[in-house]
């Protein structure tokens, strides 16, 4: 079966850590450029990270700079998104996406609905 599947959300204290994994299934990730968005309840998606095919240069929206870090390992066949220091406005629905096409860029959107898309795992952040 050709999927995307995310895991490794949960909850967390701020300043805490998750680490969560985008895992394919039924096609070979590093042939695609990757991105994390994350949607909170009520506020439109948002563009976290991106991953590009090639060289695997990458992007982070401004809100997260410095915090978290999206990886590959190829062996895997998974994408890695690290979140370190989480804040009260880091909580969502995460998910990763193989748009097709898409150019991973600063930008950090996605105009095609194409491609592979996960379901996303939740991310909640509270003492």
């Known amino acids: 079966q050709v999927q995307l599947v995310e895991s490794g959300g949960g909850l967390v204290q701020p300043g805490g850590s998750l680490r969560l994994s985008c895992a394919a299934s039924?096609?070979?990730?590093?042939?695609?450029?990757i991105i994390w968005f994350r949607q909170a309840p009520g506020k439109e998606r948002e563009g976290v990270t991106c991953?590009?095919?090639?060289?695997?240069?990458?992007y982070y929206a401004d809100s997260v700079k410095g915090r978290f870090t999206i990886s590959r390992d190829v062996a895997e066949n998974t994408v890695y998104l690290q979140m370190n220091g989480l804040k009260p406005e880091d909580p969502g629905l995460y998910y990763c996406?193989?748009?097709?096409?898409?150019?991973?860029?600063?930008?950090?959107?996605?105009?095609?609905?194409?491609?592979?898309w996960g379901q996303g795992t939740q991310v909640t952040v509270s003492s």
């Open positions: 996406a193989a748009p097709n096409p898409f150019t991973c860029s600063a930008s950090l959107q996605a105009q095609s609905h194409s491609g592979f």
């Open positions: 039924g096609f070979t990730l590093n042939t695609f450029a």
């Open positions: 991953i590009s095919s090639m060289d695997s240069k990458s």
